[in-house]
């Protein structure tokens, strides 16, 4: 029997015009202007002001997300291209000094100390930091930078190579490393790397250029680097680089010795002299690739039914997507690389979109942004727009630990118990595996920041992290310069700074949420439900508590984590 999901609307505006098109800055002055001039007389006419200027953000934000969407699904469109390009160079420059007003305005309001304490501490927190660290001077680079970081998408989306005859794109051709032919995945290894080689000084010239941008910004607002910056900007006030050293350190010492177990078992049932990059991602027993499914109308459909079991709730969050066509799955020529949730503010239904080609990586990908989806709706109806807006290490658990509280469900996907059972096994190592890449992107960015280097010192620095931290096994002779550029694949290494420790993070939260729920059952799931309901009301710690968890990264969590994985593995073998 088919249920009827009554779809979302757009909430009735109270403050910015019903039919607002924004094909100029003066069809939004007017409404900033109006939030820096009111006069406000009392406390509840604070809280209206905000609610207005909330409002605001929620509808400009949705406008950019869906110019951001619909130039990434195609990027040979060059009028989709100029419509996100119109918004980064006349739109948002002009908004940066209004933002700053506003932020000023409410910190000097007289009536802020009548205002909820609790409520707004964390917003107010951040809204400080945000006045600290402001400068005018500043607005033409970020409008620069952003611009520059768009450079990525556009020369990874042009990238394909030829296999037997047909064009493919990096992400299909990447499914052929798991052919069963050793022959075959090496001669696919080697194509895809000369074709990345193809843009290497064109990949370095733009992330030397992107460097320069960030360090002149930081610069600027007073900061010794852009490391110390970020932080601030990125609102981390609940740990330090310090703790993030500490990360490294943890993962190095506790994880990289069980993943290169992992990796020397499958070196042995390969039974090869040596073990090579193209040797990492084929089963171990001959056996054809897993392929959960075909097509993204069945990769959405199979996704609903598994949510559906795990909770009601979540499969009908991933139908009302499918409704509201809120999804776009499969990869295509000319589509942006990557994979991503973006929320939609205002009508509070985001959107999902990935490049799938029918692998099993594609069905944990589906689940992890089908999470950050559910965390979406979760925090929908919070009051005001940056309540909402979750910091990372919050947003990834939300799908880091979705990946995991789904697997149980996965037989939706595979009716072969053997397969499933790869599926599982597969999940799980990969649940310890993501650490050390994490970690090394992280190490590898604080270093970055932090010291003057060429383009060759840089594949310098990163071949030392692998070193520490990176797949031990792999015999890298002969792909040297492969190995070298390995970093640059890394697409948040030039979109999002910074953002990336959060995986590791919310990767031990995720075990964690998981062990809960497989110890507490229903009451496990309600926990991580509340907890998701929070938005950003609360600190990352008392998010993490709220959910029955901790915020923690110290070597003898992980170990104690990291245990707990083992003995699920042993279950499964």
Known sequence: ???????????????????????????????????????????????????????????????????????????????????????????????????????????????????????????????????????????????????????????????????????????????????????????????????????????????????????????????????????????????????????HDAIEKEIVPIISSFEQKRKDKLRNNNYKPWDTAVDVNGLPPLKPFEGGEQLTDLSIECFNRLRPYFGECLSTMKAMKHLDLESKNGKAPGGFMYPLYEIGVPFIYMNAVGSQRDLVTMVHEGGHAVHSFLSRDLEMTEFKSTPSEVAELASMSMELLTMDNWDVFYEDEKELKRAKLEQLEKALETLPWVAAIDKFQHWIYTTKHTAQQRKEKWLAISAELGNQIIDWSGNENAHANLWQRQLHLYEVPFYYIEYGMAQLGAIAMWRSYKQLGEQGLDNYMEALKLGYTKSISEIYETAGIKFNFSADYVKELANFIKEELTKLD
């Open 1 to 247: 029997m088919e249920t009827t999901i009554a779809l979302p609307t757009r909430p009735t505006r109270k403050f910015v015009p019903e039919k607002l098109v924004i094909d100029s800055w003066d069809k939004i002055k007017s409404l900033f202007d109006n939030l820096v001039e009111r006069d406000l007389k009392s406390v509840d006419e604070l809280e209206k002001w905000m609610l207005d200027r909330s409002e605001l953000e929620a509808v400009l934000e949705e406008d950019i997300a869906w110019r951001y969407i619909k130039m990434n699904i195609d990027t040979t469109d060059k009028e989709l291209g100029e419509r996100f390009t119109f918004w980064i160079k006349e739109i948002s420059p002009k908004m940066a000094p209004y933002s700053h007003k506003l932020n000023v305005k409410l910190v000097k309001s007289p009536f802020l100390k009548n205002l909820d304490t609790e409520k707004y501490r964390i917003y107010l927190r951040s809204v400080n930091k945000q006045i600290e660290i402001f400068r005018e001077e500043n607005i033409p680079l970020f409008t620069e930078m952003e611009a520059k970081q768009q450079e990525y998408g556009a020369i990874s989306a042009k990238m394909s190579v030829e296999v037997d005859g047909k064009k493919l794109t990096m992400q299909k051709a990447a499914q052929l490393l798991k052919d069963t032919n050793r022959n075959k995945r090496e001669e696919v290894f080697h194509k895809i790397s000369k074709r990345r080689l193809q843009d290497e000084k064109a990949l370095d010239d733009l992330f030397d250029e992107l460097i320069a941008l960030r360090q002149k910004i930081a610069k600027n607002a007073d900061f010794d680097n852009y490391r110390d910056y970020m932080f601030a900007a990125m609102g981390r006030f609940d740990y330090t680089p310090e703790d993030c050293f500490d990360f």
